[in-house]
Structure formats: structure tokens, C-alpha cells
């Protein structure tokens, strides 16, 4: 019987973390909120005062593997180097986590596809704040002279539709599964030499 003293958030920690474990076991098809509940050791209902569905649970998941790769990104845009090896380094970085964590665990990459088919909000708001994270680096190499003066919206919104086939789960499976970067090492020369001109 579990403690009276285990709090709520410690709850839901063990059910994200018995989920995770049970999908790459055996995948999110085969798992049922039973399985969850049987594994914590607690009841579907209990199960379902944290999560409204196996769905949502999978959003929860998908969503700490998104602020792992997010919170890479962070640290390298606050590193104190130019911004133009910065934005090249966190170009590899995101592309070195989806083919580390999508393609050599292929459970997480069914996870993430679920997520991205179902179109959840996590997915759409982990983009935007890419998409704000890439758009700082280009303001700040536009304000210390690194780059080109230009319309900064454009030349965010472009360096950022760019940059994301190389984070897609499924793009990267379909184009760069046996590349070993080079590709992706290849967009962040000519990214930079863009932004120069």
C-alpha cells in the first residue's frame, strides 16, 4: 500500500514515469491505463485523477522529451560565443537528439508521431518556442553586426522552416537515418552564410 505522505505531484511523476517505461516496453498500442494503474500499484480511476486519458498521459510524456531537447537548446544560445556557432551548434544538437532519442528508441518515436497525428498543443507550443529561441539568436547576430540588417519576422521565420526537417521525428527517419549529421551540418554553413550577405 503506498503512503499516505507521497504527494500529488509525486503521484503523477510515477505514473509518467511507469507509462514511459511500459510504451517502450511494449509500445503505446499494446499499453492500456490498466497496465499504468497496475504497475503503480493504484486503480484506473486513480490513474485517471491525474490523466483524463492514455492520450493525455502520452502528451505529459511527449512533453518532458520536448523540454529535454528545449532546454539543450536554451544552454547553447546562452553560451558566450558568437551566435553564428551557437545557432550551427544548436541546429546539430536538436538534430543529433531526434535521431538519438526517435530513431535508436523507435517506442519514443511512435510516441511523438501519436502526439504530432493527434495534433496536440504541446507539440504546437514546443515550435513556437523554437521558434522564439531561434529568432533571438537572429536578432542578437543582427544587433552585434553578425548579420545582414533585414527584416527580422522574414529571416527568423525562414532560418526556423530550415532548421525543422532536421528536428521532425518522421523527417528525420525518412532523409537523415544513416547521414551522421552531414546534412544538418551542411544547413548550418549555409545558414550562417546567409545571414551574413
Known amino acids: ?22 510504451f517502450r516496453s511494449y509500445g503505446y498500442a499494446k499499453t492500456t491505463v490498466a497496465d499504468i494503474a497496475r504497475e503503480c500499484s493504484m486503480s484506473p480511476a486513480n490513474v485517471y485523477r491525474f490523466f483524463e486519458s492514455k492520450a493525455a498521459v502520452n502528451e505529459a510524456i511527449t512533453e518532458v522529451l520536448l523540454n ?9 544560445a546562452a553560451e558566450q560565443r558568437p551566435v553564428a556557432d551557437r545557432l550551427r551548434k544548436m541546429l546539430l544538437e536538436m538534430h543529433g537528439f531526434a535521431l538519438e532519442r526517435y530513431l535508436k528508441e523507435s ?3 511512435e510516441l511523438c508521431a501519436k502526439a504530432m497525428h493527434e495534433q496536440w498543443g504541446v507539440i504546437e507550443a514546443h515550435i513556437q518556442r523554437v521558434r522564439a529561441l531561434t529568432r533571438s539568436l537572429v536578432e542578437e547576430g543582427m544587433k552585434n553586426g553578425e548579420f545582414a540588417q533585414r527584416d527580422l519576422d522574414v529571416t527568423a521565420r525562414c532560418v526556423s522552416n530550415a532548421m525543422m526537417p532536421f528536428c521532425h521525428p518522421q523527417t528525420v527517419a525518412e532523409n537523415f537515418a ?3 549529421k552531414r546534412q544538418a551540418a551542411q544547413m548550418g554553413e549555409f545558414l550562417v552564410a546567409a545571414l551574413k550577405v
Open 1 to 22: 500500500m503506498r503512503s499516505a505522505s507521497i504527494t500529488q505531484p509525486e503521484v503523477r511523476t510515477q505514473i509518467l514515469a511507469t507509462a514511459e517505461s511500459l
Open 68 to 76: 529535454e531537447v528545449e532546454n539543450r537548446a536554451k544552454a547553447i
Open 107 to 109: 517506442s519514443v518515436h
Open 178 to 180: 544513416k547521414d551522421q
